[in-house]
């Protein structure tokens, strides 16, 4: 039995990417592509072909997606369009988190968007989307309806649109979804992918796709993208779309090596099939096994014997479903069925053949059709149906009847005629004991008969013209008279129609009509597989040969003895057409002439025409035998009298109608007995019976008038009913039109002030033109204006001298010319004003060095839409060289005030520390006399001999000495100039080094929050230093008990150190000079440690400040930049 082949897709290994790169704007509203033609989104349409690629994912399903954006380069000759499964009341983020992704741009879909190569499109929430003709169509799901499955409609629709071109990927996911959009892919010629299930964070999606079988590979996201820039680059993709590039590269002399070869590992002959389909499916092996040339797969073949039966089942891909095409299951139940059980015996079972089942969907939906149908019925008929396939793999599911998809069964079907079975659904046993399935080549093998019906959807397409020319009339011997054919969508029965009349043109349902001459089928002998006809040594016997039965005998006697003694008869069918002339039927028929016609009336013999007619109509109404006797008739040139018998065959509407001569039936020994009359009398009384046999029958024939007649006049009477009815409404149509005529004069007054109007404006938009025009003429500026597509509009003499262009160039995209300026970035500003609405200007310069100021603005309309933008040039050569002789003196200056701000800072600083000796002198005299003062008193007592508190008086004078060394190097510390190396300090760790050097009093809290991390540049020993300084006058500042709180925390530039003490705190114009040198609020305090440690902060370029309130304690808070470089004086 022939299978229905699939349509193909291609492969190849090391492809050469020969594709010129997509070129492409930042954003998403305007595009720019290959050269070609703009597109409606505003980017250059593609001259080379692409595939598109269609992603569907669930649960899990962008995590998937984002790893394969990740590993696409940045320029793709592909298109990717996700459908994943939203919620339908909730915003998407999809666009905005795949974006970060990857740097292709990423689309929200909306209704009609061009799918353009290096861009991925990604579906709206609660939407079903299609692709036509490249464009993506979006309709809004119905609410409360059924299971959605969006990934199919999409696949789907893209398998029918790209064909080869159609890529499928199915990623993580929780539903059963996108298993019949792979299968259509597939069977249209494209590549099919899974996650495996290792990557996959939910498995239930791409599990059913891989068991399913429509899966060509299962890999990890990453490698799945990888497999896609290997497609995308396929050097063959024309070949995908070009029928006749596919022949170039295919050609018939190199297919007939393949077909040896699959005929030997199959014993299928695919020669006479469509060749078109069989290339494509060579080519898409050869694209998966990366393979270049013909030749290289032909070897390939030959070394690989499992390859020959994967290219047969590439060939024979099945794609099937339930209840496909309903429109033709509802044409089968109201218009099929019911004659099939018209009159039948209910012993006599309905006999049905489904060639090319595939996976018995199709099967079982005949099946359950039937069953319902004869639900209704008075006779309830045994159902047979037939189902064959050549291919073994699919038979043994179709017998197990499990399935992963019913989406397309109804609610009530499902629990009716299906069992769940472990998330699948198992057809019932009784609707699987209605069907037998059966390995079977409808071509090769001998076809069933007798049968009811014949769904034969999708088989004749994929063959040749050869191949059709044989099917046909054995589909036509398989059917009973008035059975019933059953074709595909885009199928017919071609040159056939005297074997079969048209039932239902729209789905292709047909009628056997029956013929005189039935046409010669060609039985084919069982063919023998390729392996036993080798082993086989017997010589085969001739075609057609047949050995002799006894029924063959018995047969041939009956057909002699109908030949000599049966009267001459015809079979005719419901149309008064002569199937079959039996006997010798001249003395009562004869062709008509002109033209050749086998009607019986027309052939009928003067006389015999209006009884033929009578007799041949009450049989059809009767259902039953109609005779008619002692006809006369004028046959060569003699009167003949007949006797003729109607008879109504049980099959096909036909009827048997015998001629008999009366005079062959005259009873024996009558002759004797004949009366002698004269010739004159004799000669009358025949007159007279011939006369009354005549008005007889025409009393008869114009009964059955006056019957017809008054029927005709019921109709009559309904029709006219009828139409007074639609008189009636054609009066009230009237008035309705009468009413539109009044609107109509209405409009046309309006319309005529309306052309007023529009005449006033063309006026008005001519003499705006002509100022516009003026405008751009007069102005020396050169101004270029662009359409939304970026392509020319208008141009002034200035912009045409500058921009090297020509009076034809407009309507040419402004990205296909070569400008004579030198600007990049030029294109990428056009795209960006039109899409963000905000002008844009730059300083660009010409081939010559001028200099230009470039202002690009958006072309808006009168009602608010932006439609293109208006680029100008402004001569700011002068200025600029003004303005780079300006820098060039503005460098000098800022030297010059630099220089003069360092000796400011010198002389300001020797002023501050001119002004300190004075002090410096006051403090250290006190000291110093103290230290005096003890040492005398030290001499005395040790001239009296006497050492108590001798011990006391020198620890005095070392605390004293201290206290001026500490003086003396804080002085130090600050007078001279402050250089920093800076290296990476950990702002955390130095702080916890410096807090381990204290001895803080068990009285004193300390609380630390620091943030690790905090990494800056720093001086490590003079940033120690100053927090040294903060956290001694934080600790002096407090009191027992005293807490002291540290925190440290990262911000956006900055790294923050805050130190918080719990002391008495200090009032607003002592905060004021806390960082003054020497200036100090304790005793023994030197009034340089917070200014040092000012000064370094800021030689850091940092930040300190000092917040305090009196009785709640005080708050320093150092701000220090994060990764600063530069160093510090």
Same mark, same amino acid.
């Given at each position: ?321 339930? *209840? ?12 099929? *069925? ?145 059975? *019933? ?63 002799? +039965? ?383 003062? +003890? ?118 530039? +900055? ?75």
């Amino acid at each position: 039995m022939v299978r229905k082949p699939a349509s193909d897709k291609k492969n190849a290994r090391g492809a050469k990417a020969d594709f010129e790169k997509n070129k492409r704007s930042n954003h998403t509203g305007s595009t720019i592509g290959l050269r070609g033609e703009v597109s409606p989104q505003g980017a250059k349409r593609p001259t080379r072909p692409f595939p598109v690629v269609g992603i569907g994912a669930s649960a899990g399903g962008l995590e998937a997606f984002s790893q394969l954006l990740k590993y696409l380069p940045e320029e793709i000759n592909a298109s990717l369009v996700l459908v994943q499964h939203l919620d339908p009341t909730y915003k998407s983020l999809l666009t905005e988190l795949l974006s970060k992704a990857t740097k292709l741009p990423v689309i929200e879909v909306t209704d009609g968007i061009k799918v353009l190569p290096g861009h991925v499109y990604v579906i709206p929430p609660n939407t079903n989307m299609t692709i036509l003709k490249g464009v993506l169509y979006l309709t809004r799901r119905l609410e409360g309806a059924p299971k959605q499955s969006p990934i199919d409609i999409f696949l789907r629709s893209l398998a029918e649109d790209k064909k080869m071109a159609a890529i499928g990927v199915i990623l993580s996911g929780t539903s059963v979804d996108g298993i019949d959009g792979l299968r259509a892919i597939k069977q249209e010629g494209g590549v099919t992918f899974a996650q495996d299930e290792t990557s996959a964070k939910y498995y239930d999606l791409p599990r059913a796709a891989i068991h399913a079988g429509v899966a060509d590979l299962v890999l990890s996201p990453p490698d799945i993208a990888k497999e896609l820039v290997r497609l995308s680059q396929y050097p063959y993709v024309p070949y995908f779309v070009d029928e006749q590039k596919t022949e170039q590269f295919l050609p018939h002399s190199q297919l007939g090596k393949i077909f040896v070869l699959l005929k030997e590992r199959t014993g299928a002959d695919f020669s006479n099939y469509k060749h078109s389909t069989i290339r494509r499916r060579i080519l898409r092996r050869m694209m998966v096994l990366r393979i270049a040339k013909l030749e290289d797969y032909v070897d390939y073949m030959k070394k690989n014997p499992s390859e020959p039966e994967k290219l047969f089942q590439e060939i024979l891909i099945h794609v099937t479903g339930f *209840f496909r095409e309903p429109e033709t299951f509802q044409a089968l139940r109201t218009e099929v *069925f019911p004659q099939l059980i018209r009159n039948r015996n209910p012993n006599d079972p309905l006999r049905v053949w489904i060639p090319g089942c595939s996976t018995g969907e199709e099967a079982y939906s005949l099946g359950i059709s039937l069953t319902e149908f004869l639900d209704n019925s008075p006779v309830k008929p045994a159902i047979q149906i037939f189902a064959t396939d050549i291919n073994e793999s699919v038979l043994g599911k179709a017998r197990e009847g499990i399935y992963s998809n019913a989406s397309s069964v109804s609610v009530g079907r499902l629990r009716r005629f299906f069992t769940p079975s472990n998330g699948n659904y198992q057809i019932n046993k009784s609707i699987r004991n209605l069907v037998v399935f059966a390995k079977q080549d409808v071509i090769a093998d001998p076809p069933f008969s007798k049968m009811d019906l014949i769904i034969c959807r999708n088989v004749l397409i994929y063959l040749g013209p050869v191949l059709q020319k044989k099917l046909v009339p054995i589909l036509h011997f398989a059917l009973k008279p008035g059975g *019933f054919l059953a074709l595909g969508n885009f199928e017919s029965i071609g040159n056939f129609s005297r074997l079969f009349k048209t039932a239902n043109f729209k789905q292709k349902i047909f009628a056997k009509r029956v013929t005189p001459a039935p046409p010669a089928v060609e039985f084919f002998p069982v063919r023998l597989e390729a392996r036993e006809a080798k082993d086989t040594a017997r010589p085969s016997a001739r075609p057609g040969q047949l050995y002799p +039965t006894e029924n063959d005998v018995l047969r041939e006697a009956d057909r002699l003895l109908l030949s000599k003694f049966s009267p001459a008869s015809v079979i005719i069918n419901s149309d008064m057409e002569i199937v079959q002339f039996r006997g010798h039927t001249s003395l009562f028929l004869e062709p008509s002439p002109g033209k050749a016609s086998l009607n019986l009336l027309k052939m009928a013999k003067e006389g015999i025409m209006m009884e033929l007619r009578s007799a041949v109509q009450k049989a059809k109404e009767e259902g039953a035998a109609v005779r008619r006797d002692g006809i006369r008739i004028l046959s060569n040139n003699r009167y003949v009298t007949l006797d003729m018998e109607v008879l109504p065959l049980k099959m096909g509407g036909c009827l048997l109608i015998t001629f008999e001569e009366a005079t062959s039936k005259v009873p024996t020994g009558t002759r004797e007995k004949k009366v002698q009359l004269p010739n004159g009398e004799v000669q009358g009384k025949r007159q007279v019976v011939q006369l009354q046999q005549e008005i007889s029958s025409a009393r008869d024939y114009l009964q059955s008038i006056i019957e017809e007649k008054e029927a005709g006049i019921e109709e009559l009477k309904a029709a006219n009913e009828e139409i007074q009815s639609s008189n009636e409404e054609l009066q009230s149509t009237n008035e309705e039109l009468e009413t539109a005529k009044e609107e109509l004069q209405s409009t046309n007054e309006e319309l005529t002030t309306v052309n007023e109007e529009l005449q006033n404006r063309n006026i008005e938009l001519a003499l705006a033109n002509d100022d516009f025009n003026n405008l751009l003429t007069s102005v020396n500026i050169p101004i270029v204006i662009l359409g939304s597509d970026l392509r020319i509009r208008r141009a002034n003499a200035p912009a045409e001298r500058l921009l090297n262009l020509l009076p034809t160039d407009i309507g040419r995209s402004f990205s296909d010319l070569k400008l004579n300026i030198d600007a990049p970035t030029l294109i990428s500003d056009i795209a960006e004003v039109i899409d963000t609405v905000s002008p844009r200007d730059a300083d660009i310069r010409d081939n010559l060095g001028h200099w230009w100021s470039n202002w690009i603005r958006p072309y808006r309309t009168a009602d608010n839409r932006i439609e293109g933008v208006v680029i100008s040039f402004i001569d700011i050569d002068r200025l600029k060289r003004v303005e780079e002789k300006l820098i060039a003196d503005s460098g000098n200056l800022e030297r010059l005030v630099e220089e003069r701000t360092n000796q400011l800072g010198d002389a300001t600083r020797l002023s501050a520390i001119g002004e300190t000796a004075a002090m410096v002198g006051h403090d250290l005299r006190n000291p110093l006399q103290a230290i005096l003062n +003890t040492l005398h008193l030290a001499k005395d007592k040790a001239r009296s001999g006497t050492d108590t508190g001798l011990l006391g008086l020198l620890v005095t004078v070392q605390e004293q000495a201290d206290y001026v060394n500490r003086i003396i190097t804080d002085l130090q510390d600050y007078a001279r100039p402050v250089k920093t190396t800076l290296v990476e300090v950990d702002a955390a760790d130095l702080l916890n080094e410096v807090l381990s050097s204290f001895e803080i009093p068990a009285t004193i809290k300390v609380i630390t929050d620091i943030q690790p991390g905090t990494n800056i540049k720093a001086d490590r020993s003079l940033l120690r230093r100053a927090l040294t300084n903060i956290i001694t006058n934080a600790l002096q500042a407090m009191p027992d008990g005293g807490r002291l709180s540290i925190k440290v925390q990262r911000g956006e530039k +900055t790294v923050q150190i805050k130190v918080i003490d719990s002391g008495e705190g200090v009032k607003p114009d002592v905060a004021a000079k806390i960082f003054n040198p020497l200036f100090t609020t304790r005793a023994k305090g030197t009034g340089l440690g917070l200014p040092i440690a000012k000064r370094l902060v800021e030689a850091h370029e940092g930040n300190i400040k000092l917040t305090s309130e009196a009785g709640k304690g005080t708050s320093i808070l150092i701000e220090l930049p994060l990764g600063h470089h530069r160093r510090g004086s």
